[in-house]
């Protein structure tokens, strides 16, 4: 059973249909890339899932529950990190922490043992004396990562956890998650626009457009589903003597196109050709340095089905 489910979810505003018929699931330890367009339907999907909003029509269980008619259940078993987490900047790190275990009803000492774990965990514990204005967004998103887990959520859901980060920071933030993720089998459900961040880190990703989600599943399957043409695209790089090493490769089977790329070239095949290639080049007494599959990036499959929609 999946820990995030919907079922035809809608949500109307009047005349405006927010999200439309919005169908999908994210199973238990999975990080699922929730992607689209400002306006698109995420913010209130989100807010749907926490309960605090309710549809207009169709079926969502988060845990096993719904948010609309049990929102505490909900709230115990969730974390949310909004794009921009609010804290009480005159107090330091560790006091705002203190503060939402006190909200949680965690006895104090148990609420000590957490707060320091989790600030070694998100490398905040030499700052988290000072007072939150003096933080950085960076220490900001961490420490917002860090309050979301003091009451050891089951599912995680970022809104933009990267968004003004420096690529430094970024990247620290998306190590945090895919570690929590992988070490406490954390669901995660990320909303994001930096899509080569989503590919490097999520297990499925869904695009939504207009408030329907209209492709889910792994980036490879999209991206072959999206671009069949594309399915059997190589780049071979190799060293030694190239005396005609161009047409031959233009002249195995299965080869449609050649073309030369800095120091090595890109084949545009209608099947897998890697043995053929491998067995030329080494026939040739050249020396294989890299012969990869050409895959189609998120960016790209995310623009094709979102013009399409």
């Known amino acids: 059973m999946p820990v995030i489910e919907t079922e035809n979810l809608t949500k109307r505003y009047r005349d405006l249909i927010a999200v439309n018929g919005l169908s999908f699931g994210v199973e ?19 807010l749907m899932l926490l309960g605090l909003t309710e549809p207009s029509g169709g079926r969502v269980r988060v845990c096993g529950f719904d948010p609309s008619r049990q929102a505490l259940e909900v709230k115990k078993r969730v974390g949310y990190l909004p794009e921009n987490p609010g804290f009480y900047d ?23 043992r957490r707060i320091g774990a989790l600030l070694e965990q998100v490398g905040m514990t030499k700052d988290s004396g000072r007072n939150v204005k003096e933080y950085s967004r960076g220490m900001k998103q961490r ?14 859901i970022l809104d933009e956890p990267t968004l003004g980060l420096d ?9 945090l998650i895919t570690g929590l993720s992988r070490e406490r089998g954390l669901t995660v459900l990320l909303s994001s626009h930096m899509l080569h961040q ?5 297990h499925r990703v869904g695009i939504i457009v207009g408030g329907k989600m209209i492709a889910a599943g792994a ?26 090493i161009e047409s031959d490769l233009a002249a195995l089977p299965g080869v449609q196109g050649i ?12 099947r897998d050709v890697r043995p053929e290639v ?19 990036t998120l960016e790209e499959i995310y623009l094709k089905y979102f013009r399409e929609a």
């Not at 503060?99 to 965690?106: K, P």
């Not at 690529?167 to 190590?175: K, M, S, T």
């Not at 989503?198 to 999520?202: D, E, G, R, T």
């Not at 980036?219 to 005609?244: H, M, P, Q, T, Y």
Request: glycine share 12%.
């Open 90 to 112: 005159d107090l330091s790190g560790r006091e705002n922490l203190r503060y939402i275990a006190r909200l949680n009803r965690i006895d104090e000492d148990e609420a000590s």
């Open 198 to 202: 989503v590919q490097q880190m999520c």
């Open 28 to 46: 238990q330890g999975e990080i699922f890339g929730f992607l689209g367009p400002n306006g698109a339907g995420k913010t209130t999907t989100i």
């Open 259 to 270: 073309e030369r790329r800095g120091k090595g070239y890109y084949l545009r095949c209608d």
């Open 219 to 244: 980036v490879d399957k999209l991206g072959s589903a999206a671009f069949e043409e594309r399915r059997w695209n190589f780049f071979i790089e190799c060293a030694g003597r190239s005396d005609g």
């Open 278 to 296: 491998a067995a030329l080049v080494v026939n040739k007494g050249m020396s294989l340095f890299q012969l990869r599959s050409e895959d189609t």
């Open 143 to 156: 420490l917002g990562i860090a309050e979301v887990l003091v009451k050891e959520p089951q599912v995680l």
């Open 167 to 175: 690529p430094d920071g970024a990247a620290r933030i998306l190590e």
